[in-house]
């Protein structure tokens, strides 16, 4: 198993930047793809971004591209979210993913889920 802890959420105003760290410990990261979602009130969780083990194929839900970036680092077993020119729609718990499969969108493609951390952008 991998257990996965996300971390740099927070209260933004509307424009600002958060980077999210998501640290993995036990298995080794680049045995999988990773990916972040997140889940506003009332809302069903959604897709935000993945990138392969490689770290050199990555995908983004068409609302943060451009303005969101998925990296990883598998020597320090970490994967980051950038998120720079945020918006009040941006509001949500984001949560880190593991995928023992392909770099996939759907929340069952994932196997692994770290605990969310909230990220609130003011207007």
């Known amino acids: 198993q991998v257990q996965l802890v996300e971390s740099g959420g927070g209260l933004v105003q509307a424009g600002g930047s958060l980077r999210l760290s998501c640290a993995a410990s036990?298995?080794?990261?680049?045995?999988?793809?990773m990916g972040w979602f997140r889940q506003a009130p009332g809302k069903e969780r959604e897709f935000v971004a993945t990138?392969?083990?490689?770290?050199?194929?990555?995908y983004y839900t068409d609302s943060v591209k451009g303005r969101f970036t998925i990296s990883r680092d598998n020597a320090k077993s970490t994967v980051y979210l950038q998120m720079n020119s945020l918006e009040p729609e941006d509001t949500a718990v984001y949560y880190c993913?593991?995928?023992?499969?392909?770099?996939?969108?759907?929340?069952?493609?994932?196997?692994?889920w770290g605990p969310g951390t909230q990220v609130t952008v003011s207007s």
């Open positions: 993913a593991a995928s023992s499969g392909f770099p996939l969108r759907r929340t069952r493609d994932y196997n692994y």
């Open positions: 036990g298995r080794t990261l680049s045995n999988y793809a």
């Open positions: 990138v392969a083990r490689s770290g050199i194929t990555t």
